[in-house]
């Protein structure tokens, strides 16, 4: 069995798992560095390479299988026991963690109770001392109450009454004096007023005075100065001016005694004034004194007072600090009750036992605040007496305020005595002192009165807290048992629950394990024959594997080794080729040369045999071949060898072997060259004949007659013709006549002839076959040649049909005679050239041909057919050739089978809706070329034979009909 890569990917393909399985239970430690190192392809491929054995290997791969099943199943239950396994671990240490976590609680709870049971037994106790220390301040407090208000409160009554009568009877005094002094300061006003307007008015008199007495002493001395010119006039003007001063100084006297009497007058009023000021001073004075002791009694009252609010401010602040401490101690107790009911339900009893003591201490409390009210109640005493107290000063007032007016009275009477209005100043000014110092008392008494409005507000506030903490108290109770209810209610729930679950899965455990040490033991058992049967097969496998290894080695070294192999096989292929392309190039070399000779020797061979030499000519592809379906391109050329051509037919290829095949790109020159010898031979006195061959519309007319401007065969032959004979003029002299006839239906028509008459093909009596009546034309040049063909070419039959436009419907014959005369010899040579365009054989059928025309397709058909059938008996040497079948085998008898050179040019077209006629005619052009006519031979006589009258030439020689192209005319 042979290792197919192929095979073994799609049947000996692991899986890697199986591999890794197979590997782990095979225990192939050698392996597996090999298999790790290596691709799952590699493990494939070596697998399948070493199963060289099928049946060990189909077994071992079941067995596989087998183990991995197990395998799996093994797995699975493994898994689920050892989640089973865990699930009932967790459970167990979950547990053991609870219980573990509820003994420590359990343990701090009774660290803390012993605590909190310490703390409390210490606060009690403080608390006690408080109380019994607030009791005996209240008691104190109480005692000083009762003392106070009974003795100073009626003291400072009668002393401020004293007072205040006092004041009365001092302020009406003042206001007496106050308005006598009033009246004398407004007559000393007046007074002085008066006085001090005379003494500015004498004032102004006496500088008027000093003024004019200046004047008088500057003109006495202008006078003195001129006393020569008149003694008496200045005498007179001295003793006027002596006079007048005289009278000025007597004024200013009177002035001043004027002023002296107001000083005097001035004087006198000042001393009443004094006199009243004194007395007012004195009055003043013992006022003053009075009001001191007064002032000295109120500020000791004052001071008492203050000293007794002081002292009970004092102890109030204290107690507003006892309480205060006392509520932040219950506060701090709330607190911890709080902690140890949210701490355990086990604390809410102890939490109770609390509450019992904090009971205790509100209670002590509660004596506080009736000690509190106590003094409260004082304060409000006090607070009435200061009512009474203000009552009494507003009345104090209101005679303070009678008394002013009586001193306004006063004021008003003595205006003048202003020493006394001064004096009663002073008076009013102490009395606005204590005055002062009343209102510092009631304001004082308005700050105590504020204070205790105060204590009562935060003892109010401090019994709404009390009240909302035992409220809260009361709130966390029940919230405290709410919780302790609901924590035993779940934790029996949750033990319950998960003594259920344990005993559940303890079961289930127990059952699993039970299923698994089964399926163990089976599993156990089969994995061991296995392991048995593995044990067997090792040593096979080791082999294998070695095998294997090696196999591997060499799969490596492969890559170099093909490299290797590869670079030396290219190398030697290339020397080879190189080798080879020289030996080629030689080899085509000698090829063509002997190609060269083949064809040398061939054409001689032929022309020995006589055979019937066969050329093939392809027509390019024109518009008709693109028209419909098929139109593909059938027919090739060989492009190494020249004789062969290709046809392809419904995919295969027939190839075909005649003496030239023209490609479609051949010229009508191309063509020519090919014949050229062939025709120049009928100068030489052989006979002959170029006929084309070939299905309708393949190219036989172009190829024989061609277009006036790429002339043909026809044309060209005689061309050359008269070229050859230009050439040989100087030896030898040629006569052309040239006749043309077509076979149409089977009779012979002379194209060049004005007539249309019957022609026969008859035998001369000298042997040969002649066309009686047939015009035969001496043609000396080209342009005769051309006429020639023009006029048959016009009088030929053509029709259009489906495969050609202008279709050859006859089969066209131009027959060329040469005969030529050795100028000096004065021998003879008559060669005979017939150039013959044969009518296309078609298929009736496709031509649509009908009527008329189809007799014209049956005749054709019928004289190439008859063609056939002469080839077929020449090839078969039969005895008998029907060369009289038809017009056409009858008239072509010397050039199918007599002593003639004869070349077939089929013509085939190059597309596939042509190719079974292209078949045909190429398959009738192989026959034709086997068929041996007999070496040609030339006919010439000399001077002396054609004196006696050969026979050769006479059904070669132009007929007494012979004329010239100028007298040819066109059929009507
Ligand atoms: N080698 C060629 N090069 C160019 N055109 C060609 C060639 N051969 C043939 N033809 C064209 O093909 C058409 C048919 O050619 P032609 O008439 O010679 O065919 P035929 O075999 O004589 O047909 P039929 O038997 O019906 O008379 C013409 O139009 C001709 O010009």
């Known amino acids: 069995m042979t290792f197919t890569p192929r095979l073994a990917g799609e049947h000996a393909r692991p899986s890697p798992s199986r591999i890794e399985l197979w590997k782990e239970e095979l225990g192939l430690d050698d392996a597996d560095d090999y298999l790790s190192q290596n691709s799952d392809e590699d493990v494939d491929e070596g697998i399948s390479k070493v199963s060289g054995d099928n049946c060990l290997s189909i077994e071992f791969q079941a067995l596989q299988k087998e183990l991995t099943a197990r395998n799996a199943q093994r797995d699975e239950l493994l898994f689920s026991v050892k989640m089973l396994s865990d699930k009932n671990r967790q459970y167990r240490s979950r547990l053991e963690q609870e219980e573990s976590t509820k003994k420590h609680q359990l343990k701090i709870l009774q660290k803390t109770h012993r605590s909190h049971l310490e703390e409390k037994k210490e606060l009690i106790e403080n608390l006690e001392a408080l109380i019994e220390e607030l009791e005996e301040k209240v008691a104190w407090c109480e005692g000083k109450g009762k003392t106070v208000t009974d003795g100073s409160s009626e003291k400072v009554t009668d002393r401020t009454k004293k007072l205040v009568e006092q004041i009365c009877s001092l302020q009406s005094e003042k206001a007496t004096l106050t308005a006598q002094l009033m009246t004398l300061q407004a007559n000393l006003d007046a007074h002085k007023g008066r006085k001090d307007k005379e003494v500015k008015e004498l004032k102004v008199t006496n500088e008027k005075v000093l003024k004019e007495k200046g004047e008088l002493e500057e003109k006495i001395f202008k006078m003195q100065a001129t006393k020569g010119s008149g003694d008496t006039d200045t005498e007179k003007q001295l003793h006027k001016l002596e006079q007048e001063n005289d009278c000025l100084q007597r004024d200013l006297m009177d002035s001043q005694q004027k002023l002296s009497a107001v000083q005097c007058l001035n004087s006198s009023s000042e001393n009443d004034s004094e006199?009243?000021?004194?007395?007012?001073?004195?009055?003043?004075?013992?006022?003053?004194?009075?009001?001191?002791?007064?002032?000295?009694?109120?500020?000791k009252s004052a001071s008492d007072f203050n000293e007794r609010e002081t002292k009970w401010k004092g102890e109030i602040h204290q107690l507003t600090c006892d309480l205060q401490r006392a509520s932040q101690e219950t506060r701090e107790l709330t607190v911890q009750l709080m902690a140890l009911q949210a701490k355990s339900p086990e604390v809410v009893t102890r939490i109770e036992r609390v509450q019992v003591e904090s009971d205790s201490s509100k209670d002590a409390l509660e004596k506080c605040s009736s000690s509190l009210s106590q003094s409260q109640k004082e304060t409000r005493t006090l607070r009435s007496q200061l009512t009474s107290l203000e009552a009494k000063y507003r009345e104090v007032e209101l005679r303070l305020a009678e008394t002013t007016q009586q001193a306004s009275q006063l004021e008003l009477v003595s205006s003048e005595q202003k020493q006394v209005s001064s004096e009663l100043e002073q008076v009013s000014s102490e009395r606005d002192c204590v005055s002062n110092e009343l209102e510092q008392v009631s304001k004082d008494r308005q700050e105590v009165s504020r204070r205790l409005q105060q204590l009562e507000t935060e003892t109010a506030a401090r019994d709404s807290q009390l009240t909302t903490s035992q409220s809260l108290v009361q709130e966390l109770q029940l919230q405290v048992e709410q919780h302790q209810a609901d924590m035993t209610s779940?934790?029996?729930?949750?033990?319950?629950?998960?003594?259920?679950?344990?005993?559940?899965?303890?079961?289930?455990?127990?059952?699993?394990?039970?299923?698994?040490?089964?399926?163990?033991?089976?599993?156990?058992?089969?994995?061991?024959?296995?392991?048995?049967?593995?044990?067997?097969?090792?040593?096979?496998?080791?082999?294998?594997?070695?095998?294997?290894?090696?196999?591997?080695?060499?799969?490596?070294?492969?890559?170099?080794?093909?490299?290797?192999?590869?670079?030396?096989?290219?190398?030697?292929?290339?020397?080879?080729?190189?080798?080879?392309?020289?030996?080629?190039?030689?080899?085509?070399?000698?090829?063509?040369?002997?190609?060269?000779?083949?064809?040398?020797?061939?054409?001689?061979?032929?022309?020995?045999?006589?055979?019937?030499?066969?050329?093939?000519?392809?027509?390019p592809k024109i518009a008709e071949d693109m028209n419909g379906p098929n139109a593909e391109t059938v027919v090739l050329c060989d492009q190494s060898d020249d004789a062969i051509v290709h046809v392809s037919n419904k995919g295969r290829l027939n190839t075909f072997e005649l003496d030239r095949v023209f490609q479609p790109e051949a010229t009508q020159k191309e063509v020519f060259s090919e014949v050229h010898s062939l025709v120049l031979s009928c100068l030489d006195g052989y006979n002959v004949c170029i006929f084309a061959y070939g299905q309708t519309g393949s190219g036989k007319t172009y190829t024989m007659e061609g277009t006036a401007r790429d002339p043909g065969i026809n044309q060209r032959a005689l061309q050359e013709l008269f070229l050859q004979i230009e050439e040989r003029s100087a030896d030898w002299s040629y006569t052309i006549s040239v006749s043309v006839l077509e076979i149409y239906n089977e009779t012979i028509r002379d194209l060049l002839s004005a007539q249309e008459s019957v022609l026969e093909v008859k035998m001369s009596p000298e042997g040969g076959l002649h066309v009686p009546g047939l015009a035969s034309f001496i043609v000396h040049n080209v342009d005769d040649v051309n006429e020639v063909f023009s006029v048959g070419q016009e009088n030929r039959a053509t029709e259009a049909t489906n495969m050609n436009e202008h279709s050859s419907r006859s089969h066209a014959l131009m027959c060329v005679s040469v005969v030529g005369t050795n100028k000096t010899t004065g021998a003879k040579s008559l060669g005979k050239l017939n150039l013959v365009d044969l009518a296309g054989?078609?298929?009736?059928?496709?031509?649509?041909?009908?009527?008329?025309?189809?007799?014209?397709?049956?005749?054709?058909?019928?004289?190439?057919?008859?063609?056939?059938?002469?080839i077929h008996a020449l090839r078969s040497k039969q005895p008998h050739v029907p060369y009289r079948n038809s017009k056409l085998t009858y008239l072509l008898q010397d050039s199918l089978g007599g002593d003639s050179k004869t070349l077939m040019i089929v013509q085939v077209a190059p597309v596939e809706k042509n190719v079974s006629e292209t078949l045909t005619s190429l398959n009738f052009a192989k026959r034709v070329r086997t068929v041996e006519l007999g070496a040609a031979s030339k006919k010439t006589e000399t001077s002396e034979e054609h004196g006696h009258g050969s026979r050769l030439l006479t059904p070669n020689r132009p007929t007494s009909r012979s004329t010239t192209p100028s007298r040819l005319y066109k059929r009507k």
């Open 275 to 299: 006199r009243l000021m004194r007395k007012l001073q004195e009055e003043n004075e013992r006022l003053k004194a009075h009001i001191a002791t007064l002032e000295t009694t109120i500020h």
């Open 490 to 619: 779940l934790t029996a729930h949750v033990t319950t629950e998960r003594d259920l679950l344990l005993e559940g899965h303890r079961q289930e455990v127990l059952r699993l394990q039970q299923e698994a040490s089964e399926r163990n033991c089976r599993l156990s058992e089969t994995v061991s024959a296995l392991k048995a049967t593995i044990i067997v097969i090792s040593p096979e496998m080791e082999q294998l594997r070695r095998e294997y290894l090696t196999l591997k080695t060499y799969c490596r070294q492969l890559p170099t080794i093909i490299r290797c192999a590869v670079e030396q096989t290219t190398k030697r292929i290339v020397a080879a080729l190189s080798e080879i392309s020289q030996l080629n190039q030689e080899l085509v070399h000698k090829y063509r040369k002997e190609m060269q000779l083949r064809k040398r020797y061939l054409n001689e061979l032929i022309e020995l045999k006589g055979n019937i030499r066969v050329f093939c000519r392809i027509r």
């Open 841 to 870: 054989s078609e298929r009736v059928s496709k031509s649509g041909a009908d009527g008329a025309r189809l007799k014209e397709a049956q005749s054709i058909n019928k004289s190439l057919s008859s063609i056939g059938d002469v």
